[in-house]
């Protein structure tokens, strides 16, 4: 899963993953063939556990897990052949496993994207001044993405459903709190040198909509994966519409368009915090200068959207391991790398803007 940005763009991956976990969760027409079953209720019988490589084992392997693998692809071979279309099973294509992992490209590519936020928390700790107030929330929305691109790589690797269950928790959160980074940092409650006292209830009320919704979804019988997918999209999607609102809101901001503001930061003719002075007119230019990144963002959420698409499209994989959820999560790595730029460059703007005013 997604993140963002830390803040951003994970919510935007809200909506990717979810459409992926969809997709994987209610797709599996090939495990109610009868050329699986049968295959299936035939293997079972010839296969002892102790036989198993170790290594398969040592991943939660069983007889019967096995035994869906090798029908698995004899019935995509068959699909291969021209004699069936091709099936998801289980909510899942066949896939060629590697040492046991399961879906070895989103393996490698989950890798990448926590590679690269470890990257970008590295980047926050030497880039950003250790007193500047956004460098926490960067780190923190860092933190979150390396730990849900490991759960990503561990549920890529094993598909069981508590590893499922961390994999898609995980993302909720980094989504979360990429929404979150975008509320606090558009609205600055908190600023480089300021913490407003609507910050703490704002992420009290947002810890307790987001633990509340675990709780729900956890208590019943059948997970929701449908609803899990809508709150998480509902979340991220949150996010991509601030994160637009701002770069909009340097060019017009219309009676009509309350929020953000005001919006820059980086305007020597700008207040830097307080009311609408200035002007409010309908349609009214951005006083003072926009940054050259203003626009970043929504780039970057419109080219995440796209990305998306691979989710949308979800075609058998290319040779059996490159799918369309491998290419989503390989469009995610340069995405959270242009994030973690437009995200540091933004923060010491941000701080330089503070200090010239010496304000806040
Ligand atoms: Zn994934």
Same mark, same amino acid.
């Given at each position: 899963?997604?993140?963002?940005?830390?803040?951003?763009?994970?919510?935007?991956?809200?909506?990717?993953?979810?459409?992926?976990?969809?997709?994987?969760?209610?797709?599996?027409?090939?495990?109610?063939?009868?050329?699986?079953?049968?295959?299936?209720?035939?293997?079972?019988?010839?296969?002892?556990?102790?036989?198993?490589?170790?290594?398969?084992?040592?991943?939660?392997?069983?007889?019967?897990? &096995?035994?869906?693998?090798?029908? /698995?692809?004899?019935?995509?071979?068959?699909?291969?052949?021209?004699?069936?279309?091709?099936?998801?099973?289980?909510?899942?294509?066949?896939?060629?496993?590697?040492?046991?992992? +399961?879906?070895?490209?989103?393996?490698?590519?989950?890798?990448?994207?926590?590679?690269?936020?470890?990257?970008?928390?590295?980047?926050?700790? @030497?880039?950003?001044?250790? &007193?500047?107030?956004?460098?926490?929330?960067?780190?923190?929305?860092?933190?979150?993405?390396?730990?849900?691109?490991?759960?990503?790589?561990?549920?890529?690797?094993?598909?069981?459903?508590?590893?499922?269950?961390?994999?898609?928790?995980?993302?909720?959160?980094?989504? /979360?709190?990429?929404?979150?980074?975008?509320?606090?940092?558009?609205?600055?409650? +908190?600023?480089?040198?300021?913490?407003?006292?609507?910050?703490?209830?704002?992420?009290?009320?947002?810890?307790?909509?987001?633990?509340?919704?675990?709780?729900?979804?956890? @208590?019943?019988?059948?997970?929701?994966?449908?609803?899990?997918?809508?709150?998480? /999209?509902?979340?991220?999607?949150?996010?991509?519409?601030?994160?637009?609102?701002?770069?909009?809101?340097?060019?017009?901001?219309?009676?009509?368009?309350?929020?953000?503001?005001?919006?820059?930061?980086?305007?020597?003719?700008?207040?830097? @915090?307080?009311?609408?002075?200035?002007?409010?007119?309908?349609?009214?230019?951005?006083?003072?200068?926009?940054?050259?990144?203003?626009?970043?963002?929504?780039?970057?959420?419109?080219?995440?959207?796209?990305?998306?698409?691979?989710?949308?499209?979800?075609?058998?994989?290319?040779?059996?391991?490159?799918?369309?959820?491998?290419?989503?999560?390989?469009?995610?790595?340069?995405?959270?790398?242009?994030?973690?730029?437009?995200?540091?460059?933004?923060?010491?703007?941000?701080?330089?803007?503070? /200090?010239?005013?010496?304000?806040?």
């Amino acid at each position: 899963m997604p993140a963002i940005r830390p803040a951003a763009y994970l919510p935007v991956m809200a909506l990717a993953l979810l459409l992926f976990l969809a997709s994987s969760t209610f797709a599996s027409s090939g495990d109610r063939h009868g050329a699986f079953t049968n295959c299936h209720t035939a293997c079972l019988p010839n296969c002892t556990h102790g036989a198993l490589p170790l290594y398969l084992r040592l991943l939660g392997w069983s007889c019967s897990g &096995e035994c869906s693998y090798v029908c /698995a692809h004899h019935l995509t071979d068959l699909s291969d052949s021209g004699y069936e279309h091709y099936h998801q099973f289980f909510g899942k294509w066949a896939f060629y496993r590697f040492m046991g992992a +399961q879906e070895p490209a989103s393996v490698i590519f989950s890798i990448g994207n926590a590679w690269i936020h470890w990257t970008g928390f590295k980047d926050v700790c @030497s880039g950003l001044r250790k &007193e500047n107030g956004l460098q926490w929330w960067l780190k923190l929305a860092a933190l979150a993405q390396i730990n849900t691109w490991v759960w990503s790589t561990v549920f890529h690797t094993r598909d069981l459903w508590w590893t499922e269950r961390l994999d898609y928790f995980s993302a909720t959160v980094t989504i /979360a709190i990429t929404m979150l980074y975008a509320v606090v940092r558009i609205f600055r409650l +908190q600023t480089p040198r300021a913490t407003s006292p609507l910050l703490y209830p704002v992420c009290g009320v947002l810890a307790l909509i987001v633990v509340g919704h675990f709780i729900y979804v956890s @208590s019943l019988d059948h997970f929701p994966y449908g609803y899990h997918v809508a709150f998480a /999209a509902s979340l991220g999607m949150l996010g991509n519409l601030l994160w637009i609102s701002w770069s909009v809101s340097f060019v017009a901001r219309p009676s009509w368009f309350p929020v953000p503001y005001p919006t820059s930061p980086y305007s020597s003719s700008r207040p830097l @915090s307080g009311g609408r002075s200035g002007n409010s007119s309908s349609n009214s230019s951005a006083a003072g200068s926009a940054p050259k990144t203003c626009w970043t963002p929504t780039v970057l959420v419109v080219l995440t959207l796209l990305a998306m698409s691979f989710e949308i499209l979800d075609f058998p994989p290319f040779h059996r391991v490159l799918d369309a959820h491998a290419l989503w999560h390989a469009a995610t790595i340069p995405l959270g790398a242009a994030w973690w730029a437009f995200l540091i460059k933004d923060a010491n703007a941000m701080d330089e803007a503070y /200090a010239d005013k010496g304000r806040e």
